[in-house]
């Protein structure tokens, strides 16, 4: 039996571009987050969509409760399903992370390059993938996932047989869905990348 799996990117907020948010600022969504969240629960009514996770950040759980007062579910906390931790890097702002080596390292070696004392890229993208492939073998209609950005692009990375260093070749926008099918044993087929339902 194969399973569907939607990974959703919570919605927009104010550290957007500005703020490495990870695990320690743990930022609420704003009005457009809200927004394009509640129309992409619109846009999932009908599916059949059986269970909701949700990684345990502030964006992520607001994420997954309009999702899931839409769809009459009650979402669960899913730690696997948490942002990178970026060890020292999280809470910085982007502008002061320019130019660090170990940063620039890691943004076009994401397969090797390590964190100041977070996880590895690799680390991140098999707990998520443990977790959806336990998702798999226990629901047999479609499940949502309420993630982050670079945990989705690691997990689809995975999926299409690309190398962690390439996952930047790709965009997962703010409040977009991306399907995968889960077969089993950690194999996962990519259906959309980047969608909006």
Request: aromatic share 2%; no cysteine; glycine share 12%.
């Given at each position: 039996m194969t399973v569907l799996?939607?990974?959703?990117r919570h919605g927009a907020?104010?550290?957007?571009?500005?703020?490495?948010?990870?695990?320690?600022?743990?930022?609420a969504l704003n009005a457009a987050g809200?927004?394009?969240t509640a129309a992409l629960?619109?846009?999932?009514?009908?599916?059949?969509?059986?269970?909701?996770?949700?990684?345990?950040r502030r964006r992520?759980?607001?994420?997954?409760?309009?999702?899931?007062?839409?769809?009459?579910?009650?979402?669960?906390?899913?730690?696997?399903?948490?942002?990178i931790d970026f060890g020292a890097w999280s809470g910085a702002r982007f502008a002061d992370l320019d130019g660090d080596p170990a940063w620039d390292r890691w943004n076009t070696a994401r397969g090797h390059a390590p964190t100041p004392g977070g996880e590895t890229m690799a680390a991140a993208v098999a707990r998520a993938a443990a977790h959806l492939d336990l998702l798999a073998q226990g629901n047999a209609?479609?499940?949502?996932c309420v993630t982050h950005c670079d945990v989705i692009r690691g997990v689809a990375a995975r999926a299409l047989g690309l190398d962690l260093d390439n996952m930047l070749r790709f965009d997962i926008n703010p409040g977009s869905v991306s399907w995968l099918r889960a077969h089993g044993q950690g194999s996962f087929h990519v259906l959309t990348l980047n969608g909006q339902a």
């Open positions: 799996i939607g990974l959703v907020h104010d550290d957007l571009g500005t703020w490495l948010s990870g695990r320690t600022r743990d930022v809200r927004a394009e629960a619109r846009r999932l009514g009908g599916r059949g969509i059986a269970t909701i996770t949700t990684s345990p992520t759980v607001e994420t997954a409760a309009i999702i899931g007062a839409a769809l009459n579910l009650t979402p669960a906390p899913a730690p696997a399903l948490d942002e209609g479609p499940v949502l």
